[in-house]
């Protein structure tokens, strides 16, 4: 499967390399263009290659958007994301670690309405990069004490392979439930939101 990641800032940028570092082909993009992302390309070696965003989103089979909130509307045409599983890796803050307030509404339902033929799910949002680079398998921990990544979204088969992902980069996949209620607990304000939690942690707050 080739994963697109859009968006190569550090968090962007720590997952492609953990996703090629288990084996997986990315193709990334970002606001810059293709030519900004050569140095990280000249690292990660023949499992990535960048594009444009349209381009990347075309290209890849699951898309993963780690770009600014504000910016997600309108970044892509929607008939490019149509039966793509799409994880909304974004957070609504309206200020610097203050989350939006969205009337009691997730923020991936705001993405599911601007793209509405895309498999969402809400996933890769709550772990500070630092974290991500390195508490998966690779870290050395036991089953039982690796940390949980968290899938919400109301496609089944789109949280399982997302799930499976997870998995393969040395975390515990944890459903949360529905895009409605799942994605509100991992986002900003949420009790899942940038707390490093083991899967029976995970589950004792959901």
Known sequence: MRTGIIGTGRIGSV??????????????????????????????????AAAGPVEAAGLADLLVLMVPFETVRGLLPPHVVQDKVLVDATNAFAGP?????????GSSEL?????????????????????????GRASGREPKSRL?????????KAKEIV?????????VPVDTGPL???????????????????????LAWI
Do not use: C
Not at 20 to 32: D, I, K, T
Not at 111 to 135: C, D, Q
Not at 188 to 198: D, E, I, Q, S, Y
């Open 15 to 48: 997952l492609a390399r953990i996703l090629v570092a288990s084996g997986h082909q990315v193709v990334l993009a970002n606001a810059r263009g293709p030519r900004s992302l050569g140095p990280l390309l000249a690292e990660l070696g023949p499992d990535a």
């Open 97 to 105: 670690g203050v989350a939006a307030g969205l009337g009691g509404r």
């Open 111 to 135: 993405v599911a309405e601007w793209y509405p033929g895309a498999r969402i799910v809400k996933s890769l949002n709550t772990m500070h990069f630092e974290t991500l680079a390195v508490a």
């Open 148 to 156: 949980a990544h968290f899938t919400a979204g109301d496609d089944v």
């Open 163 to 171: 799930a499976g992902i997870i998995t393969d980069l040395g975390f």
């Open 180 to 202: 409605h209620s799942g994605g509100i607990l991992q986002q900003p304000g949420g009790p899942l939101f940038n707390r490093p939690l083991t899967e029976a942690q995970a």
